[in-house]
């Protein structure tokens, strides 16, 4: 069973956040464009482990459709294809003071805060209760530009250090890798890698073209 919690900071945080979500003069992060028609194309890419990249067939297509009140605040729906699954709803999300939350209340991202571990992650099976794997998020400033399909950027990197445990006689009994989602400026995210507990190689989500209109 795929479980979530939050540690004391989350919640103070997003505790917070709430007193004054609608506070007209909030300033609103610059790296989270939400606005009704904003959408964002990604291609998905297979890296081994000499770097070798193979383009894979899925294409992800997410738009925001509309927006909806849930607790007297402003969230936005997300909708789309991810993963080649398809036409559904893929997140409810807001912008909090420059947190990115979800109607769950998980923080996805902060343009402000590179020292507190936003959100922690694990999934345990359900027959022994043995955790598969856990991710610990936080936010980190790279130094450097990335490049994806659709331009060069400057990004902020909502960051997982994702570690996998004892599964299917893997070997090493446990691998530790690193989650990288990338948002620039005006755009939103650009990049997200992801793993698959069974195959050695790297994922990865990168933009190919986005409609942002920023007010």
Known sequence: MKKLFFIGITLAILTSCQKNDENPLQKKSDYLPLEIGNYWVYEHYKIDTLGNETKLSWVDSIVIKRDTIIGNNKYYIHEGIMFNIGWRVIEIVRDSF??????????????????????????????????????????????????????????????????????????????????????????????????????????????????????
């Open 98 to 215: 420059k947190y990115l939350v979800n109607d769950k209340g998980k923080i996805l991202f902060s343009e402000n805060n590179f020292s507190d571990i936003l959100n922690f992650e694990f999934e345990c099976f359900n027959d022994t209760n043995d955790t598969i794997y856990t991710i610990s998020y936080r936010m980190e400033n790279p130094t450097h530009q990335v490049n994806v399909p659709s331009g060069n950027f400057e990004v902020l990197n909502y960051r997982g250090d994702l570690t996998f445990y004892a599964y299917n006689n893997i070997d090493p009994p446990f691998i530790n890798r690193t989650l990288n989602r990338y948002y620039a400026p005006n755009v939103g995210k650009i990049l997200h890698t992801y793993y698959y507990a069974s195959a050695p190689h790297t994922y990865e989500r990168r933009l190919v073209r986005y409609n942002v209109a920023n007010k």
